[in-house]
């Protein structure tokens, strides 16, 4: 089934089946026309409070894979900036497709719809119903307009019957899963055992089984402990723990410059500097910046080991290396140990000569301690010119290096603030010393920005472009850049969806290739309601195989007497710093920036240093956590039959997987000894407790192993 998917989607027939309403003359058949030079050319609904919707009928079931919205021919208040899909053989069962937005654009914009349940068994739909949940223009004000949609799918009848047969053989089989489940939670064992056995169907894995009938049933707490001990080793509680929130913990490296006596010399206050890191060496390195008043072109080195920096260079400009700068970007190419740097900021007034605006580009060899001058200027070779705030990476197999974006430096008399230009995508062959223009600025395909991120996955062979500035305009968005084909896919826009990084101007992102996560701390980002710049702390990671957002991290205070307080804690806000990953010891290193409008800590550029370790719980603390649930029941059931053995119990060997640190968890332990004086209870009453802790340790594990999360009586309308 996934090699005859593999086809090209063809396009869909439907028709309008209903909608909510409608207004004038914008009918909902408009949509099956693409016209966006008629304004008319839509439907609108004649209304904007909910529920708004338009149900499209296919001409027969098809599985349906994407669906392209049509525009006008320019941006509209009405466009959908927030909107659902909902689709399903018939109008009593929907299943949600897609949750997304449109930007408000005259683009045509497609999107992929779910088509798959837990990733395998493929389902058809006969009814697409668009449910518009927010317009483009100040709310309450615009109603709702669709101008065109398009369906692509698969309809060939062979095929679709093939995935309805075995979609309904696959609800029959989870609703026997859900009656299954009923029964043994009602603890009617013959009725149990009668539908398992006349149905063929399981309810759960057979070491789920097992599981059950030794806590709920037998109450064999120490076997138990064995069992989970035995999931452990076989990594069934990895996937779980993969789910589960990072929880930061920052780190002063140095904050005042005074933990010794004696001051050490380190790198001064500075913004729009470059750093980059050598994990296999455990050395990070800093060059350059805009320490508030001129240009730096210091080199340094910080030695994560020894907790030292090293001044490589004073002025690298002397040592044949590149004058002061900042705004410069720099990469590492950790197996050949070469440095190489590109691009600078420019004042104004320093562009009226031509020899100025040269993009020249430079290498430092770090065994060496020796710059290289490798080109003058990279225009006269086929390469970017001098530009600022764009990005670079390296593809250190084929020993590439890519360039993207930024901001073109023009001489002053041709500057203009309506004429700003952007550079495009570039690659250097470092062998050949050979430059190659890959894209240029391009709005429908690979837009051109300032202020972005740029990172290079060596596995998947992709450049993941995010956020930036370009023109007045702060983009949230995430794109892929296949560098073998020159693909590009849009991930992510940063519309319609609330769980994704505010539009952002020098975000700081890096890539964890082995945990395939993206990893973003927050710089000057722009509020989407009240339309305003701010600086605040947040820390967000994307995981690229799921293409799912989540913050880890988020302190949103904006007062100058609290951050004075946190100094020694946390890192106040800021943009224009840099941030370097150490893939081997997975820990950022946070150096320096500017902390916006008010000044925090009343320093115009900062030179704090931070370390960030991202933590999960470890599985030897989820396993722990689980034995003290099961003991805790066991010295319940004890305590209720023998109140001297569960005492000896709760002394020897309850208090073993106590994390008395834990304030709660301590006081939890210590309220236990009164069930010690309490009547005894039947031993009757513990299944239904044990079978509580049974449902809770079950979120541990992967759904294809246990029962249905759902319950049979939650279905039943009301």
């Known amino acids: 089934m996934d090699r005859l998917f593999n086809r090209k989607p063809?396009?869909?027939?439907?028709?309008?089946?209903?909608?909510?309403?409608?207004?004038?003359?914008?009918?909902?058949e408009n949509i099956l026309t693409d016209n966006p030079g008629d304004n008319s050319s839509r439907w609108s609904s004649d209304s904007n409070s909910s529920p708004q919707f338009l149900i499209l009928e296919l001409h027969r079931a098809a599985i349906v894979q994407t669906i392209t919205f049509g525009k006008f021919e320019r941006a509209h208040v009405c466009n959908l900036r927030k909107f659902k899909i909902y689709g399903g053989l018939s109008l009593d069962y929907m299943i949600e497709l897609v949750d997304a937005g449109l930007k408000n654009d005259n683009i045509q914009e497609t999107f992929p719809l779910k088509c798959q349940l837990d990733g395998c068994e493929y389902f058809a739909c006969r009814y697409i119903k668009i449910v518009p949940l927010q317009t483009w223009g100040p709310a309450s004000n615009f109603n709702y307009s669709i101008w065109f949609v398009v369906l692509r799918g698969c309809d060939d009848p062979h095929l679709v019957q093939s995935c309805i047969a075995r979609y309904e053989a696959f609800r029959e089989r989870e609703a026997i899963r859900l009656c299954l489940k009923f029964l043994r939670q009602k603890n009617f064992e013959p009725a149990f055992e009668a539908l398992q056995r006349c149905s063929n169907v399981q309810l759960e894995d057979s070491f789920i089984s097992d599981l059950y009938r030794t806590l709920v049933e037998d109450g064999e707490f120490d076997k138990c402990e064995l069992l989970l001990r035995g999931a452990v080793d076989r990594g069934l509680l990895d996937s779980f723990l993969e789910k589960q929130d990072y929880l930061p913990q920052w780190t002063p490296l140095?904050?005042?410059?005074?933990?010794?006596?004696?001051?050490?010399?380190?790198?001064?206050?500075?913004?729009?500097?470059?750093?980059?890191?050598d994990s296999a060496t455990g050395v990070i390195y800093l060059f350059g910046g805009w320490d508030g008043h001129t240009d730096l072109a210091d080199l340094w080195a910080y030695d994560i080991a020894r907790k030292k920096w090293n001044l490589l260079s004073e002025?690298?400009?002397?040592?044949?290396?590149?004058n002061a700068r900042s705004c410069h970007k720099m990469v590492l190419d950790c197996d050949r140990k070469h440095i190489f740097t590109l691009g600078r900021y420019l004042d104004y007034s320093l562009r009226a000569s031509p020899e100025?605006?040269?993009?020249?580009?430079?290498?430092?060899?770090?065994?060496?301690?020796?710059?290289?001058?490798?080109?003058?200027?990279?225009?006269?070779?086929?390469?970017?010119?001098?530009?600022?705030?764009?990005?670079?990476?390296?593809?250190?197999e084929k020993h590439t290096l890519y360039v993207f974006g930024g901001r073109v430096l023009l001489p002053s008399a041709e500057d203009r603030p309506e004429q700003?230009?952007?550079?495009?995508?570039?690659?250097?062959?470092?062998?050949?010393?050979?430059?190659?223009?890959?894209?240029?600025?391009?709005?429908?395909?690979?837009?051109?920005?300032?202020?972005?991120?740029?990172?290079?996955?060596?596995?998947?062979?992709?450049?993941?472009?995010?956020?930036?500035?370009?023109?007045?305009?702060?983009?949230?968005?995430?794109?892929?850049?296949?560098?073998?084909?020159?693909?590009?896919?849009l991930l992510a826009d940063g519309n319609g969806q609330d769980a994704v990084p505010v539009a952002g101007f020098t975000q700081r992102a890096t890539i964890d290739p082995e945990r395939n996560e993206i990893h973003v701390f927050s710089g000057l980002s722009k509020d989407r309601e009240k339309r305003e710049e701010q600086v605040q702390n947040s820390f967000w990671i994307y995981n690229i195989e799921f293409r799912q957002w989540r913050c880890v991290y988020r302190n949103e205070n904006a007062d100058i007497r609290y951050w004075m307080r946190q100094q020694h804690v946390e890192p106040c806000p800021r943009y224009a710093h840099q941030l370097v990953f150490d893939l081997k010891e997975k820990v950022h290193y946070l150096f320096g920036g500017n902390p916006g409008k008010g000044g925090h800590l009343e320093k115009i550029r900062l030179d704090d240093f931070w370390a960030l370790r991202l933590v999960r719980p470890s599985i030897d603390e989820l396993l722990r956590k689980c034995v003290y649930q099961l003991r805790k029941q066991q010295f319940r059931e004890m305590a209720a039959q023998n109140a001297g053995y569960a005492l000896k119990f709760l002394q020897e060997?309850?208090?073993?997987?106590?994390?008395?640190?834990?304030?709660?968890?301590?006081?939890?332990?210590?309220?236990?000894?009164?069930?010690l004086f309490q009547s005894n209870e039947p031993s009757c009453s513990f299944r239904a407790d044990r079978a509580a802790l049974l449902d809770e340790l079950l979120t541990l594990f992967p759904e294809r192993m246990t029962p249905p999360r759902r319950n049979l009586v939650d279905l039943l309308p009301l």
């Open 420 to 489: 700003v230009i952007f550079s495009g995508l570039y690659s250097y062959l470092i062998a050949t010393n050979t430059w190659t223009r890959l894209r240029d600025d391009s709005p429908e395909q690979l837009r051109s920005r300032i202020g972005h991120s740029m990172l290079f996955h060596p596995a998947r062979r992709v450049l993941y472009i995010l956020a930036g500035q370009r023109q007045k305009e702060l983009l949230a968005d995430l794109v892929a850049y296949d560098v073998d084909s020159g693909k590009i896919e």
């Open 10 to 28: 063809e396009i869909l027939k439907y028709k309008i089946h209903s909608t909510s309403s409608f207004s004038a003359s914008y009918f909902p």
């Open 315 to 322: 002025d690298s400009t002397r040592e044949g290396g590149p």
């Open 254 to 277: 140095h904050s005042d410059g005074r933990e010794t006596s004696a001051p050490e010399a380190r790198p001064g206050m500075r913004g729009g500097h470059q750093m980059c890191m």
């Open 356 to 396: 100025n605006l040269k993009s020249d580009f430079f290498m430092y060899e770090v065994e060496a301690n020796r710059w290289t001058l490798l080109c003058d200027d990279t225009t006269s070779l086929g390469g970017p010119p001098l530009v600022f705030d764009h990005q670079m990476a390296l593809d250190s």
């Open 653 to 675: 060997n309850l208090i073993q997987v106590v994390q008395l640190e834990n304030e709660n968890e301590r006081n939890e332990f210590e309220s236990l000894t009164a069930l």
